[in-house]
């Protein structure tokens, strides 16, 4: 009966060949740490966690219960949205004194939807060396799950939390054939699904990740027009951290696909969903049966809607 050697003593060899890589002074590393599962480290991130005179990090109390997980104890400095300026340079005195300093994020990348990028921008004006050690990314964890067929996509982050400039921003987007990856938070969340059906309409395929890596995580993909009824069917749907993952503009997609899509959702508010679709053919020169099915999944996702209310 064969033996499986333990993880730690298979992982030994592999931290011993971490160990002679080389980890030069007066260099910012830029680390990435889990999103939620506290295993989500690298091996050389951690060995580079033990080398660091010193961590920046977005909240001092967070990094230091993480560090605690791994037994590494290290200075922290407070680097985050309202002090980057200020923290960039001393970062930079400190590493041009021959210091490693660590610059981590709450979870995931630094300076993705994160701060760090003034931190990274300020040393490397310096003539310092920036090192990435790669790691967790919410957006590509939830890219690798969604089955969604595009090579391409387009890193968006955070919707400005304004309904205007949210939907001005969604409104440029719509006719991007590139998968869209939106982060938003569980407060926010039904708002801006509303807005992405309004604006992309109801037949586009959406992919929510919410809680990646953690215990209770969810990845659920579904047409826009069935969106709001998933985030309704159980109050656990709209909890956590979000990932939202748009289907791309088909190819042939122009400017008259959502011209017809704007005229439509302007007649539905006055006509019944026949009518609409009829007079929306009539002036955008879109076919009729597609338009009416668009109408159909915007009124159900309209009565979904006010229910809810």
């Known amino acids: 009966m064969s033996q499986t ?20 002074v007066s260099a910012l590393y830029v680390l990435a740490t889990p999103i939620g599962n506290v ?12 080398l660091a005179d010193a961590i920046a990090c977005e909240d001092t109390r967070n990094t230091a219960h993480l560090l605690n997980r791994y037994g590494v104890s290290k200075p922290l400095l407070a680097a985050h949205e309202h002090n980057e300026r200020e923290v960039a340079e001393k970062i930079v005195a400190r590493l041009q004194a021959g210091e490693r300093i660590v610059l981590v994020s709450d979870a995931g990348t630094p300076a993705i939807s994160d701060p760090g ?3 990274v921008d300020a040393v490397l004006h310096a003539g310092l060396r920036v090192i990435p050690l790669p790691g967790a990314s919410a957006g590509i964890a939830a890219l690798s799950a969604s ?8 890193f968006i982050g955070f919707l400005s939390p304004k309904a205007g400039a949210r939907d001005k921003q969604l409104e440029r987007l719509a006719t991007d054939t590139a998968t869209l990856v939106l982060y938003e938070a569980p407060h926010r969340i039904v708002d801006t699904i509303d807005a992405l059906l309004k604006v992309f309409g109801p037949l586009r395929q ?13 990845i659920h993909r579904c047409p826009l027009s069935e969106a709001p009824g998933w985030l309704s069917a159980d109050a656990n749907h709209q909890r956590g951290e979000f990932v939202l993952l748009i289907e791309g503009a088909p190819q ?5 696909d959502v011209e017809a899509l704007r005229v439509l959702r302007i007649l539905l508010a006055e006509l019944p969903v026949k009518q609409a679709a009829t007079l929306a053919a009539q002036l955008t020169g879109q076919k009729k049966n597609a338009l009416y099915q668009q109408a159909l999944a915007l009124r159900d996702a309209d009565d ?6």
């Open 5 to 24: 050697s333990p993880p730690l003593l298979t992982a030994m060899p592999v931290m011993h060949e971490v160990a002679q890589q080389t980890y030069p």
């Open 39 to 50: 295993c989500d480290i690298t091996l050389r991130g951690l060995h580079m966690l033990s």
């Open 117 to 119: 990028a003034r931190i």
């Open 147 to 154: 089955g969604l067929l595009n090579d391409q996509f387009h």
């Open 206 to 218: 959406i992919v929510f990740a919410r809680e990646l890596t953690k215990l209770f995580e969810t």
């Open 252 to 256: 042939q997609a122009d400017n008259d």
């Open 304 to 309: 979904a809607a006010a229910e809810q209310g």
